[in-house]
T-cell receptor, first 115, second 109 residues
Framework: DTGVSQNPRHKITKRGQNVTFRCDPI?????LYWYRQTLGQGPEFLTY????????KSRLLSDRFSAERPKGSFSTLEIQRTEQGDSAMYLC?????????????FGSGTRLTVV | DAKTTQPPSMDCAEGRAANLPCNHS???????VYWYRQIHSQGPQYIIH???NNETNEMASLIITEDRKSSTLILPHATLRDTAVYYC??????????FGAGTILRVKS
């Protein structure tokens, strides 16, 4: 069990560019979540998958954001035409939905800075 | 999911017990109380959760009042490494975690 892995750890991009982040969950976890966190705030839910199905998307997830989990394993979060307001920490978590005692396991996040 | 209320910050002396309160007066019967913490620049870390009964694990103890309207997370012997933001979350099984602002716990030597 190597935990939840997120890449890259840091990303600096120019406004208007597209960025993609990757999350590798714990292998036996079939639920995967994306959150966004800005300075001084708690994480905000963006979307989650059960296996390859995207089951819920927050209203925070504008049409510039898209997430995929094509084979029910790793997931990608893409932001198109980045804006300065997209600067945040993007967190991924995974959980086994049928074992609530396990809680969520979070990765260390990808810190995005849009300049 | 239940709305929770936590104090914005607390201080604790190193080696003493840290008692972090949480009010969740609107919690439903099927909602668990979860506690997570987040150390600076890291992702949140699961600590403990409970439904009705008090719970204890290697990290902490969770005391839930009989009416389930409030709970207390206890770190029995706080260390400097316990300095973090602590989140109390009411969540039904199978739902998603919804984080509030949490409590900043500062452990001081």
């Amino acid at each position: 069990d190597t935990g939840v892995s997120q890449n890259p750890r840091h990303k600096i991009t120019k406004r208007g560019q597209n960025v993609t982040f990757r999350c590798d969950p714990i292998s036996e976890h079939n639920r995967l979540y994306w959150y966004r966190q800005t300075l001084g705030q708690g994480p905000e839910f963006l979307t989650y998958f059960q296996n390859e199905a995207q089951l819920e998307k927050s209203r925070l997830l504008s049409d510039r954001f898209s997430a995929e989990r094509p084979k029910g394993s790793f997931s990608t979060l893409e932001i198109q035409r980045t804006e300065q307001g997209d600067s945040a920490m993007y967190l991924c978590a995974s959980s086994p939905w049928d074992r609530p005692n396990y809680g969520y396991t979070f990765g260390s996040g990808t810190r995005l800075t849009v300049v | 999911d239940a709305k929770t209320t936590q104090p914005p910050s607390m201080d604790c002396a190193e080696g003493r017990a840290a008692n972090l309160p949480c009010n969740h007066s609107t919690i439903s019967g099927n909602e668990y109380v979860y506690w997570y913490r987040q150390i600076h620049s890291q992702g949140p870390q699961y600590i403990i959760h409970g439904l009705k009964n008090n719970e204890t694990n290697e990290m902490a103890s969770l005391i839930i009042t009989e009416d389930r309207k409030s709970s207390t997370l206890i770190l029995p012997h706080a260390t400097l490494r316990d300095t973090a933001v602590y989140y109390c979350i009411g969540m039904a099984y199978g739902n998603k975690l919804v984080f509030g602002a949490g409590t900043i716990l500062r452990v001081k030597s």
